[in-house]
């Protein structure tokens, strides 16, 4: 058996008043439609077509994936024309329709939704609702089988009380949208191509409708709206925070973390309150993480500490290492283990070595620092003369005083010590104390200057 996913996207979004079409809206910093084609690539599918309305040049630019098609839909005349603008791409057995807008669905329950299709089986996802008002319903026989969808427009009051409501997701053979949706009409309510109307017709050609329910709700969940597109949100850092705790992970408060990629963690980690993790994070056994940070593509070795407010992107942090409170690792920066870094230090491509500390006022750009160095207070790398960049080298036990401006291109020796407040423009040889700064000079009883 073969399988297409059609990803329905061409609708306006009106509600969300955005330039952007609101498939591009993102849950945790994807766009929605790109949580769908993911979902949908759990499947392996032979083939995702995904129609596209507003926006197109966006969309597409946007959301890629693995054997991604493009249908456009110029004008949005219903569901069931949206799929047929699918359809001259599609040459599998089975079809399964999602929605750009329901993004949370998981693969899991789309997997087995879909084992269930044959060529004389449609399968389509339900929902039991409190409040159902909105959505198509689904219409019984006194078996118990499914008829038909009304939709709430088209409802009697009757039809209008049950509460098993179309999700909208469906999946049936490739031969049965051939066949049906050229038969589809637009005399109703809406004046629309509606896709719901399949289902009456699978019934008449002696199919049969089976139901499905999500395991969460949430996962049909649409976003018509950016208060809607908030919920969505919270549901999924919920799930992904309960994920985490499920994995050894001690969080603060769950309600406080937001993931934006992939995490991978050791035991025993432990997370405090407003931090954020973007791109693929990966923290070692025991890392704990202060509050207030954020943490993006970056590794965390076993037993670092980063402390409060501390920003660490596209860096690699080894063992038993501290970090802030009120660090900035930039990109390329490596810190072997327990190097410290303390608060107002910015790091840029540096490989810090094992047990250097730079606690303090510091930045470190395009510099290789030994083991077991001091960088004092204050202490700049002047890596950049505005047009081209330049390294510094740090040998290992060098120990630079505070306030020293080091001009790169330039090598620190090894067990050098530099003086405080050192402009250092020639390399510094091994061993010895450098100062490079004006000589201290004291004038004895000076008349300070009165007013005149
Ligand atoms: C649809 C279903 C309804 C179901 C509800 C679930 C139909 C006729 N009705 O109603 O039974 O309960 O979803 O939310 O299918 N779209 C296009 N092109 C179009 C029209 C829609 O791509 O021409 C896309 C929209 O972008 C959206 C989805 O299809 O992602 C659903 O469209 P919408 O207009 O929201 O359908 P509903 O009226 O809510
Ligand atoms: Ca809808």
């Not at 049950?162 to 949208?177: K, M």
């Not at 931090?275 to 025991?286: A, H, I, N, Q, Y």
């Not at 407040?421 to 000589?439: E, I, M, Q, W």
């Amino acid at each position: 058996m073969t399988l297409a996913v059609v990803i329905l996207a061409a609708g306006k979004g009106t509600r969300m008043k955005s330039a952007m079409p609101k498939v591009l809206h993102p849950i945790a910093g994807r766009p929605m439609a790109q949580h769908v084609v993911d979902a949908a690539a759990a499947l392996s599918p032979a083939n995702t077509v995904v129609v596209y309305g507003h926006g197109g040049d966006q969309v597409r630019a946007a959301v890629t994936g693995e054997r991604l098609q493009w249908a456009e839909q110029a004008e949005q005349l219903g569901t069931g024309h949206a799929v047929a603008q699918a359809l001259p791409h599609l040459n599998e057995d089975v079809v399964l329709v999602l929605y750009g807008d329901v993004p949370l669905i998981r693969p899991d329950t789309l997997r087995d939704f879909v084992a269930r299709v044959t060529d004389r089986t449609l399968a389509l996802m339900t929902l039991e609702l409190d409040d159902p008002a909105g959505y198509g319903r689904i219409v019984r026989d006194e078996q118990g089988q499914v008829t038909r969808i009304v939709e709430q427009k088209d409802a009697s009051d009757e039809q209008k009380r049950i509460r098993e409501i179309n999700t909208g997701i469906l999946a049936c053979s490739r031969r049965f949208l051939n066949d049906s949706l050229p038969k589809l009409s637009n005399r109703n309510a809406q004046g629309e191509y509606y896709l719901t109307d399949l289902i009456a017709m699978a019934v008449e050609a002696g199919m049969e409708v089976v139901t499905e329910q999500p395991a969460h709700a949430w996962e049909v969940d649409g976003v018509n709206d950016r208060v809607q597109l908030a919920r969505l949100e919270r549901v999924y850092q919920r799930v992904r925070a309960e994920a985490l705790m499920r994995d050894g992970v001690t969080l603060l408060d769950p309600a406080r973390l937001d993931i934006r990629g992939q995490v991978t963690t050791g035991t025993d980690v432990t997370i405090d309150v407003n931090v954020v993790l973007e791109g693929r994070v990966t923290l070692g056994e025991g890392v704990r993480i202060g509050p207030n940070c954020v943490i993006r593509d970056a590794s965390i070795g076993a037993g670092t500490v980063v402390e409060a407010n501390s920003v660490i992107d596209g860096a690699e942090v080894g063992e038993e290492c501290n970090v802030g409170p009120f660090a900035r690792l930039r990109p390329g920066t490596e810190l072997a283990a327990r190097a410290r870094v303390g608060n107002f230090v910015e790091t840029k491509k540096s490989r810090i070595g094992e047990g250097s500390k730079i606690n303090h006022l510091t930045y470190i750009g395009d510099s290789r620092i030994g083991k077991g160095v001091n960088v004092g207070a204050g202490t700049i790398t002047c890596n950049y003369d505005g047009v081209n960049k330049f390294q510094t080298v740090f040998k290992d036990g060098a120990f630079i005083g505070s306030n020293s401006s080091l001009v790169a291109p330039v090598t620190i020796g090894e067990n050098a010590t530099v003086g405080a407040g050192s402009v250092v423009t020639k390399d510094v040889p091994d061993n010895g104390l450098t100062v490079a700064r004006a000589k201290q000079r004291n004038i004895e009883n000076w008349p300070r200057p009165g007013k005149k």
